[in-house]
């Protein structure tokens, strides 16, 4: 037990000597701020949609193609390459730093570093091999179709649902209360700036937690009917708000929060503790 206890410090004191320099500390910032683009495309794209113009999927996968089909496409994505792969080192980093007194803080670095992983594996999978592979929307149905195959399948595929509930839940309560505004230098704001980053985090992330609370439900209505194709990916539970009965406007509201995020994540790029 000693010796597990002696690496597990061993390898978080490495962790921190690596990324507790300023070069990291940019190229994390680079990453908060290529995060920012991201979720400003899938906002544009929800939009497009919304107002029926749109033709790319309103995801990770149809925001690599918009930049790619941009001029210097090629090069802005190797950028962003190297953004969400310093965000994956980072939050793995902060993980590993965090020792066993925070396990909460550590599982949600850990998720963190997974999401961005699979972002850098989309962009690299599009400039090595010109695709993008499987939309979140296929993805989600190959998963369920996958997990329902196992033993206990059905309540699995429904716990993860209600995971992903939970954690739209989280995500408003956390924009409500404000909860995202311990993880900035709000000393080094002005007030009218605070005031301004206050309410982008508060829009952004009551965006998020109803996007993700609606997957969520999508999740558990697939596990209830044994139905994989029932779960849907980013794009899909996009698309689903413009069947509400208040139409597509339910959807622009939608997709300007994510706009609102976005901007959230560029005041991420400049104030963040890292």
Not at 85 to 94: I, K, P, Y
Not at 192 to 219: C, D, H, P, Q, S
Request: net charge positive.
């Amino acid at each position: 037990m000693n010796s597990v206890a002696s690496a597990g410090h061993q390898a978080r004191g490495a962790a921190r000597r690596a990324t507790n320099t300023r070069t990291f500390d940019r190229l994390a910032r680079f990453g908060m701020a290529c995060r920012g683009v991201l979720y400003a495309l899938i906002g544009i794209l929800a939009l497009q949609i919304a107002l029926g113009g749109g033709g790319e999927e309103a995801d990770k996968t149809g925001a690599v193609h918009t930049v790619a089909q941009q001029p210097f496409g090629t090069a802005l994505l190797w950028l962003m390459a190297i953004g969400f792969a310093a965000l994956t080192l980072w939050q793995a980093s902060d993980a590993i730093m965090n020792g066993s007194s925070d396990t909460a803080h550590r599982a949600e670095g850990a998720g963190r570093a997974v999401v961005y992983a699979l972002v850098v594996g989309t962009i690299m999978s599009f400039l090595l091999r010109g695709t993008t592979g499987s939309s979140s929307d296929e993805q989600s149905k190959d998963l369920t179709a996958t997990v329902m195959d196992w033993p206990g399948g059905q309540l699995i595929v429904g716990a993860i649902g209600l995971g992903v509930a939970a954690l739209g839940v989280y995500w408003i309560y956390e924009g409500v209360k404000k909860k995202f505004l311990k993880h900035l230098n709000t000393a080094e704001m002005s007030p009218r700036t605070r005031g301004v980053v206050e309410k982008l985090g508060m829009v952004g992330y009551a965006a998020r937690g109803v996007i993700a609370v609606a997957a969520g439900v999508f999740f558990v209505h697939a596990a209830i009917t044994y139905d994989p194709d029932k779960a849907k990916g980013v794009d899909s539970t996009l698309r689903a708000f413009a069947d509400t009965p208040l139409g597509p406007w339910l959807l622009v509201v939608v997709a300007l929060g994510l706009v609102v995020f976005a901007a959230y994540c560029f005041c991420e790029a400049r104030w963040r503790r890292t």
